[in-house]
């Protein structure tokens, strides 16, 4: 045991030195001088699919129909009980910042992590290594569908619409499938399909996308989706910052889950978690929200949140190991169904209750493309490969700490326009929160008392 936890050290350390003396030589992700091109202020829209057909479609199933999709396709469904709190979701979004691909609220970063999702997630068939990858020559659209949904070409030719640019199929015939279908295994991959196109990547609404057919036709060879979802996550804020508007085209619903694990302290620790059939978004869904919170309050908290305010460690993260870099890369490449994207797990390394120390972040910047011209698939080629040789660091357990060295590196590093701390608002966010009784109810409770000293 003690050899075990030696060896650990021995790794953190060499990593850490690796990552200090990188940062040095290479610098980070924006130099001094740099001229930001961000709005101020980014007005994204958050404008959901109506998911009430799908919540009747699974409440009408018995548990054998659905332990198949469980078992197949992860925790997906516990999504369509999650509340998108558009206040927070916007106040959220103007504190992303696309340059560390990571959200920078005051003096804390945190991100999303590969791990955290996949957590969330529970997909039982995935490898965590085995990623999508947008090759040059797939299978048709037509033919897609035609393999998942069992129907004929004919069929599926002439349900296909074109949105915009972008060619899909409409909720509503698949919506028909699912009921009509007699084969379960088919109408749980239709379903299944169906989450992936209206929740997890819903660009146009009511409608499945065809890209998204292609990401979910390789989930049979046990890729996993997670690298796909966090990339479209990424890309979607960074794409609303620069515009300064925009609507959001990702999971909102599993962002806002990593936001309210992060940020609210759980005071007693469940040994749930060490059960493989523990289930932490079903927790998370069944846990009640405020959602009488305005904008700018949230804007007011994250912007002032001092660091005992944050749950480092979500409770449900239970992972040993951490990924930090692919390949040649010095962070982790993202491919998603429509661009690519890099982050630094480095970067939020008190998320996994390790010691933060300087992380690398050159190259962050200038790293997201997406599958648009003649030129990207030599990049989407490169980033694929990298997963061929992942690196991961062993996770030593020693509270969220960090090194001198990251606050000199911290105090300096340059961002690229996110709203500073106001020195006046050190409160808490339970002072944030904390509801303030009207005149009235002052009055009625000062009768109550005089009433109660009379009897």
Same mark, same amino acid.
């Given at each position: 045991?003690?050899?075990?936890?030696l060896?650990?050290?021995?790794?953190?350390?060499?990593?850490?030195?690796?990552?200090?003396?990188?940062?040095?030589?290479?610098?980070?992700?924006?130099?001094?001088?740099?001229?930001?091109?961000?709005?101020?202020?980014?007005?994204?829209?958050?404008?959901?699919?109506?998911?009430?057909?799908?919540?009747?479609?699974?409440?009408?199933?018995?548990?054998?129909?659905?332990?198949?999709?469980?078992?197949n396709?992860?925790?997906?469904?516990?999504?369509?009980?999650?509340?998108?709190?558009?206040?927070?979701?916007?106040? !959220? %979004?103007?504190?992303?910042? +696309?340059?560390?691909? =990571?959200?920078?609220f @005051?003096?804390?970063?945190? $991100?999303?992590?590969?791990?955290?999702?996949?957590?969330?997630?529970?997909c039982?068939?995935?490898?965590?290594?085995?990623?999508?990858?947008?090759?040059?020559?797939?299978?048709?659209?037509?033919?897609?569908?035609?393999?998942?949904?069992?129907?004929?070409?004919?069929?599926?030719?002439?349900?296909?619409?074109?949105?915009?640019?972008?060619?899909?199929?409409?909720?509503?015939?698949?919506?028909?499938?699912?009921?009509?279908?007699?084969?379960?295994?088919?109408?749980?991959?239709?379903?299944?399909?169906?989450?992936?196109?209206?929740?997890?990547?819903?660009?146009?609404?009511?409608?499945?996308?065809e890209?998204?057919?292609?990401?979910?036709?390789?989930?049979?060879?046990?890729?996993?989706?997670?690298?796909?979802? !966090? %990339?479209?996550?990424?890309? +979607?804020?960074?794409? =609303?910052?620069?515009? @300064?508007?925009?609507?959001? $085209?990702?999971?909102?619903?599993?962002?806002l889950?990593?936001?309210h694990?992060?940020?609210?302290?759980?005071d007693?620790?469940?040994?749930?978690?060490?059960?493989?059939?523990?289930?932490?978004?079903?927790?998370?869904?069944?846990?009640?929200r405020?959602?009488?919170?305005?904008?700018?309050?949230?804007m007011?908290?994250?912007?002032?949140?001092?660091?005992?305010?944050?749950?480092?460690?979500?409770?449900?993260?239970?992972?040993?190991?951490?990924?930090?870099?692919?390949?040649?890369?010095?962070?982790?490449?993202?491919?998603?169904?429509?661009?690519?994207?890099?982050?630094?797990?480095?970067?939020?390394?008190?998320?996994?209750?390790?010691?933060q120390?300087?992380?690398?972040t050159?190259?962050?910047?200038?790293?997201?493309?997406s599958?648009?011209?003649?030129?990207?698939?030599?990049?989407?080629?490169?980033?694929?490969?990298?997963?061929?040789?992942?690196?991961?660091?062993?996770?030593?357990?020693?509270?969220?700490?960090?090194?001198?060295?990251?606050?000199?590196?911290?105090?300096?590093?340059?961002?690229?326009?996110?709203?500073?701390p106001?020195?006046?608002?050190?409160?808490?966010?339970?002072?944030?929160?904390?509801?303030?009784?009207?005149?009235?109810?002052?009055?009625?409770?000062?009768?109550?008392?005089?009433?109660?000293?009379?009897?």
């Amino acid at each position: 045991m003690e050899s075990e936890f030696l060896n650990k050290v021995k790794d953190n350390a060499v990593i850490r030195i690796w990552s200090e003396r990188s940062q040095l030589e290479k610098g980070d992700s924006l130099t001094m001088g740099h001229a930001s091109e961000l709005w101020d202020y980014t007005s994204i829209n958050v404008t959901q699919n109506n998911l009430q057909e799908l919540k009747e479609i699974w409440a009408q199933w018995d548990d054998e129909v659905k332990q198949l999709f469980y078992c197949n396709y992860g925790d997906l469904p516990y999504l369509l009980d999650i509340n998108v709190d558009e206040h927070l979701f916007r106040a !959220l %979004a103007q504190f992303w910042n +696309s340059t560390y691909s =990571c959200f920078t609220f @005051g003096k804390v970063d945190m $991100v999303p992590t590969v791990e955290e999702y996949t957590t969330l997630l529970r997909c039982p068939r995935i490898q965590m290594d085995k990623i999508y990858y947008r090759a040059a020559n797939v299978l048709t659209f037509t033919k897609k569908l035609t393999r998942i949904t069992r129907m004929s070409e004919q069929w599926v030719t002439a349900r296909i619409k074109q949105k915009g640019k972008n060619r899909c199929i409409p909720w509503r015939s698949l919506r028909d499938q699912i009921l009509a279908h007699p084969d379960t295994k088919k109408k749980v991959d239709v379903f299944a399909l169906s989450m992936y196109g209206l929740v997890i990547f819903p660009k146009a609404l009511g409608h499945i996308d065809e890209v998204v057919t292609d990401l979910f036709d390789q989930l049979d060879r046990r890729v996993t989706p997670v690298p796909a979802i !966090l %990339a479209e996550t990424f890309r +979607s804020l960074s794409a =609303c910052r620069r515009t @300064g508007e925009g609507r959001f $085209v990702g999971c909102a619903q599993l962002l806002l889950v990593w936001f309210h694990s992060h940020f609210w302290k759980v005071d007693k620790f469940s040994y749930q978690v060490f059960s493989e059939n523990y289930s932490p978004l079903k927790e998370l869904a069944t846990t009640s929200r405020r959602d009488d919170i305005t904008e700018e309050k949230w804007m007011t908290i994250l912007q002032n949140l001092p660091d005992e305010d944050v749950e480092w460690r979500a409770s449900w993260m239970v992972p040993d190991e951490i990924l930090y870099r692919c390949g040649d890369f010095d962070w982790v490449p993202l491919l998603g169904i429509w661009g690519a994207v890099g982050y630094a797990p480095l970067l939020v390394l008190r998320q996994y209750k390790s010691r933060q120390f300087v992380p690398v972040t050159q190259g962050l910047a200038e790293c997201e493309f997406s599958y648009k011209g003649n030129n990207y698939m030599g990049k989407i080629r490169e980033m694929y490969s990298a997963w061929k040789q992942i690196h991961q660091m062993k996770r030593i357990a020693v509270g969220a700490t960090t090194t001198p060295e990251y606050h000199g590196w911290r105090s300096k590093r340059i961002n690229d326009n996110i709203p500073k701390p106001r020195e006046e608002c050190g409160y808490s966010i339970e002072e944030h929160l904390r509801v303030v009784p009207s005149e009235l109810e002052i009055i009625k409770q000062d009768f109550e008392k005089r009433s109660s000293e009379f009897r």
